[in-house]
């Protein structure tokens, strides 16, 4: 049995339609659920108990990062010892992009912590460190269809929610080939946001660091939130989030989308 955690958000939902074997859904509001034949089960990170519960009688586990907060690495532990606890024997994590202690975006140093507490438990594992999605890049345009932040002329392989939800569906009914494992999932290119904004008919606008910080000083987000916005674009100037490769379509048979795919589809 597989257990799906985060079915209610991109890359969830689209594991838990794309699963051709038996597995349960994992969230935290069942009312999101994006498919309905599917068996659901109602928990929260934080909640250790209820996870646990959520979690009997699975084998493996797609544990989805939980939303960005300050306590973030705490839910994440907790959904950990859940599994541990539950019996689960495998735990394929969705990562991010460059994980480390150290890494310039805030954000990717929860997901190192949380991996070292996964290999900690002595349990199978695969880690899939994603990129920047590649839906997003539309999104970071402002009202008036400019891209601000300090990214300079860095270059992201950002990479579709689909072909993240394809690559674990392939690790997830896949055997032992892909423990200890760790995907590094990009899009087929690399490109600076300027290039991006001109493909999608916008405009970059390159702000210095405490521009940035100012700049997104209206929104009243936390000091933990702002610096996660902030540092993103600090990684992909940084030269952090460039890097190609071709694990999508090692582990998919495909290649993966393109920013130009994504703009001619419509989506």
Same mark, same amino acid.
């Given at each position: 049995?597989?257990?799906?955690?985060?079915?209610?958000?991109?890359?969830?939902?689209?594991?838990?339609?794309?699963?051709?074997?038996?597995?349960?859904?994992?969230?935290?509001?069942?009312?999101?659920?994006?498919?309905?034949?599917?068996?659901?089960?109602?928990?929260?990170?934080?909640?250790?108990?209820?996870?646990?519960?959520?979690?009997?009688?699975?084998?493996?586990?797609?544990?989805?990062?939980?939303?960005?907060?300050?306590?973030?690495?705490?839910?994440?532990?907790?959904?950990?010892?859940?599994?541990?606890?539950?019996?689960?024997?495998? #735990?394929?994590?969705?990562?991010?992009?460059?994980?480390?202690?150290?890494?310039?975006?805030?954000?990717?140093?929860?997901?190192?912590?949380?991996?070292?507490?996964?290999?900690?438990?002595?349990?199978?594992?695969?880690?899939?460190?994603?990129?920047?999605?590649?839906?997003?890049?539309?999104?970071?345009?402002?009202?008036?269809?400019?891209?601000?932040?300090?990214?300079?002329?860095?270059?992201?392989?950002?990479?579709?929610?689909?072909? #993240? /939800?394809?690559?674990?569906?392939?690790?997830?009914?896949?055997?032992?080939?892909?423990?200890?494992?760790?995907?590094?999932?990009?899009?087929?290119?690399?490109?600076?946001?300027?290039? &991006?904004? /001109?493909?999608?008919?916008?405009?970059? &606008?390159?702000?210095?660091?405490?521009?940035?910080?100012?700049?997104?000083?209206?929104?009243?987000?936390?000091?933990?939130?702002?610096?996660?916005?902030?540092?993103?674009?600090?990684? #992909?100037?940084?030269?952090e989030l460039a890097g190609v490769t071709g694990d999508v379509e090692r582990l998919t048979g495909r290649k993966p989308r393109s920013l130009r795919d994504m703009i001619a589809d419509g989506n």
């Amino acid at each position: 049995m597989i257990a799906v955690t985060g079915a209610s958000g991109q890359v969830g939902g689209r594991v838990a339609r794309l699963l051709s074997v038996p597995h349960t859904l994992v969230v935290r509001d069942p009312a999101k659920v994006p498919v309905s034949d599917k068996s659901v089960r109602v928990a929260e990170y934080r909640d250790t108990a209820a996870m646990t519960e959520a979690l009997r009688g699975v084998e493996t586990v797609f544990l989805v990062s939980a939303r960005e907060s300050a306590e973030r690495l705490a839910e994440h532990r907790s959904a950990v010892d859940a599994a541990v606890a539950a019996g689960v024997e495998r #735990i394929v994590y969705l990562s991010f992009f460059g994980a480390a202690p150290d890494c310039t975006f805030t954000f990717g140093r929860d997901h190192w912590h949380t991996e070292q507490f996964i290999r900690a438990t002595g349990r199978r594992f695969t880690f899939l460190r994603d990129n920047m999605y590649l839906e997003m890049i539309p999104r970071l345009a402002g009202a008036d269809g400019v891209i601000r932040g300090p990214a300079g002329d860095g270059r992201v392989a950002a990479v579709s929610y689909g072909d #993240i /939800a394809a690559a674990a569906v392939a690790v997830l009914t896949g055997g032992a080939e892909h423990d200890g494992r760790t995907y590094d999932l990009t899009g087929p290119e690399a490109f600076t946001l300027y290039e &991006a904004a /001109a493909e999608l008919g916008l405009r970059y &606008a390159p702000e210095t660091v405490k521009e940035a910080y100012a700049s997104r000083a209206k929104y009243g987000a936390s000091a933990f939130e702002v610096a996660g916005w902030v540092t993103s674009y600090e990684a #992909i100037a940084a030269g952090e989030l460039a890097g190609v490769t071709g694990d999508v379509e090692r582990l998919t048979g495909r290649k993966p989308r393109s920013l130009r795919d994504m703009i001619a589809d419509g989506n």
